[in-house]
């Protein structure tokens, strides 16, 4: 049998240009795919851990595994040369695509099977080698790395729903709130908003000699909510 093998790392990535590739590969060599295996994980995981293990232990003697190229069936040396030995073992073929590599059980193979996977990660730890080194640059340039850090403050009104409530019931504009509350009318807003309270400007209106927003009342209850 003819098994086709496509792994990517991460959802983003997709199958189809690894797919099209195999498909290609075969038409110009005579092959037909009896069976497709494709996966979404990282190639640091365990052979065992993912459906290329278990495609090794269907394997039997003269089926052919092809795959793009070696790095789709490990991310170490290691790996790499453990999993084409094993192929070795079941006198199954792997051939790759990139490296126009065929593994057979000549000593020709076993030499290619284990240049190939030592440039492979070679290619991957210069590869790591620059980001890292690129990062360490941004870093001196003054530029901030990652996602900004950061834990959002809960609101100074947590706990103080059922007043919220009592007050949005007497239909208290949101200043008026405020200064029964002892806090700024954007504290109140904000409040409301988070708690998923609907609030839309529509006129100003006068508050104890005051101009303030005012704005259209939702009916709202702070019951069904679950505050921290």
């Known amino acids: 049998m003819v098994y086709a093998y496509i792994r990517v790392s991460t959802d983003k990535q997709t199958v189809e240009n690894q797919r099209f590739e195999i498909e290609q590969f075969c038409a110009r060599n005579n092959l037909r795919v009896d069976r497709w295996v494709d996966e979404t994980i990282s190639g640091t995981k365990d052979v065992e851990k993912r459906k290329l293990g278990k495609l090794l232990l269907k394997l039997k003697s003269g089926d052919i595994l092809v795959c793009a190229e070696l790095s789709r069936l490990g991310r170490t040396l290691m790996m790499i040369m453990s999993f084409l030995n094993d192929c070795m073992k079941r006198d199954a073929q792997v051939w790759t695509i990139k490296e126009n590599f065929r593994l057979g059980a000549d000593l020709n193979s076993k030499v290619l099977a284990f240049a ?54 007497e239909k208290l504009s949101f200043a008026g709130m405020g200064r029964v509350l002892g806090v700024n009318i954007k504290t109140v807003t904000k409040f409301l908003k988070e708690s998923g309270y609907e609030i839309n400007a529509a006129t100003l209106a006068d508050d104890e000699n005051e101009h303030e927003p005012h704005y259209e009342w939702h009916c709202f209850d702070f019951n069904e909510y679950h505050f921290l």
């Open 116 to 169: 190939f996977g030592l440039c492979a990660e070679i290619e991957r730890n210069l590869i790591s080698q620059r980001t890292i080194e690129a990062l360490a640059r941004r870093k001196a340039d003054g530029y901030t790395l990652g996602r900004p850090k950061g834990i959002p403050t809960p609101s100074i009104l947590a706990g103080r729903e059922e007043e919220v409530q009592r007050l949005l019931n």
